[in-house]
C-alpha cells in the first residue's frame, strides 16, 4: 500500500506561480512512474506530466514550458512546479504513483489540492 499526501495548492493570480508536493508514505526509488493530473468541475480529470523511474519527464501541450514535475527520492516526494499560471488551469491537482506488484503493478491516487488562478 502507498498513501499520497498532496499539499502545496492555493489562490493565485494569473501570471503566478505555485509549486505542489505530493509526499509519499514510503520510498518512491523504485515506482515505475509518478505523475500529476487535473480536473476541473464539469470536466475530465486530464494527465498534466509524469516523470519516470529514470527521470524522463512528458508533459501535456497545455502546460509545456510553464510546468516542471521533479522527484527527490531521498525525500520520497514528487513535486510540480506551475509557473504562468492562467486562470484555465483552475483545477483539483492529484498525483499518482504506478509501482509493481507481484501480479502487476497498481496505480496509487492521492486526494488532491485544490488550484484556483484567478484573471
Known amino acids: 500500500q502507498v498513501q499520497l499526501v498532496e499539499s502545496g495548492g492555493g489562490l493565485v493570480h494569473a501570471g503566478g506561480s505555485l509549486r505542489l508536493s505530493c509526499a509519499a508514505s514510503?520510498?518512491?526509488?523504485?515506482?515505475?512512474?509518478l505523475g500529476w493530473s487535473r480536473q476541473a468541475p464539469g470536466k475530465q480529470r486530464d494527465l498534466v506530466a509524469t516523470?519516470?523511474?529514470?527521470?524522463?519527464?512528458n508533459y501535456a501541450d497545455s502546460v509545456k514550458g510553464r510546468f516542471t514535475i521533479s522527484r527527490d527520492n531521498t525525500e520520497n516526494t514528487v513535486y510540480l512546479q506551475m509557473n504562468s499560471l492562467k486562470p484555465e488551469d483552475t483545477a483539483v491537482y492529484s498525483c499518482?504513483?504506478?509501482?509493481?506488484?507481484?501480479?502487476?503493478?497498481?496505480?496509487?491516487w492521492g486526494r488532491g489540492t485544490q488550484v484556483t488562478v484567478s484573471s
Open positions: 514510503r520510498s518512491i526509488f523504485s515506482f515505475n512512474a
Open positions: 499518482n504513483a504506478v509501482v509493481s506488484t507481484s501480479s502487476g503493478a497498481t496505480n496509487y
Open positions: 516523470i519516470s523511474k529514470g527521470g524522463y519527464t
